[in-house]
């Protein structure tokens, strides 16, 4: 295998065992049903930028991030029994795809429903004779 396939393989490592690790629960309330959406590493591996999304209002989310920053020690030190030589600093970020996703499906389908009730109301301009 090539050396830069290496941050990609470990990406994907650590986003299973952190969904892992967070599907098992962790004490802190404020970390109720979080997805790991994905991992980014640093070419030397030092850094891992980890996306996740919490479904919620914005302030449970807010609580989530603080949630997350707070458990960075304990689950990088869950990480070592990966058995990776080093151990990349965490760094988690809110995954706002699937919010843009969502806006977007929402305003789709209100573009379809004005599209039908205008459809249902004949046409606009009068018919000429």
Same mark, same amino acid.
């Given at each position: 295998?090539?050396?830069? =396939?290496?941050?990609?393989?470990?990406?994907?490592?650590?986003?299973?065992?952190?969904?892992?690790?967070?599907?098992?629960?962790?004490?802190?309330?404020?970390?109720?049903?979080?997805?790991?959406?994905?991992? =980014?590493?640093?070419?030397?591996? &030092?850094?891992?930028?980890?996306?996740?999304?919490?479904?919620?209002?914005?302030?449970?989310?807010?609580?989530?991030?603080?949630?997350?920053?707070?458990?960075?020690?304990?689950?990088?030190?869950?990480?070592?029994?990966?058995?990776?030589?080093?151990?990349?600093?965490?760094?988690?970020?809110?995954?706002?795809?699937?919010?843009?996703?969502?806006?977007?499906? &929402?305003?789709?389908?209100?573009?379809?429903?004005?599209?039908?009730?205008?459809?249902?109301?004949?046409?606009?301009?009068?018919?000429?004779?």
């Amino acid at each position: 295998m090539s050396a830069h =396939k290496r941050p990609e393989r470990v990406a994907h490592l650590l986003q299973q065992r952190l969904a892992e690790l967070l599907a098992r629960g962790l004490k802190d309330p404020r970390l109720g049903f979080v997805t790991i959406t994905g991992v =980014k590493m640093s070419p030397d591996l &030092r850094e891992a930028r980890v996306f996740w999304t919490a479904h919620g209002e914005p302030e449970v989310r807010k609580e989530t991030a603080r949630g997350l920053s707070a458990a960075r020690g304990y689950l990088r030190h869950e990480l070592s029994t990966l058995g990776l030589r080093l151990l990349p600093e965490l760094h988690f970020t809110y995954d706002e795809a699937i919010d843009r996703g969502d806006r977007i499906e &929402r305003l789709l389908r209100e573009v379809h429903e004005a599209d039908e009730q205008r459809s249902s109301q004949g046409p606009l301009l009068p018919e000429k004779e």
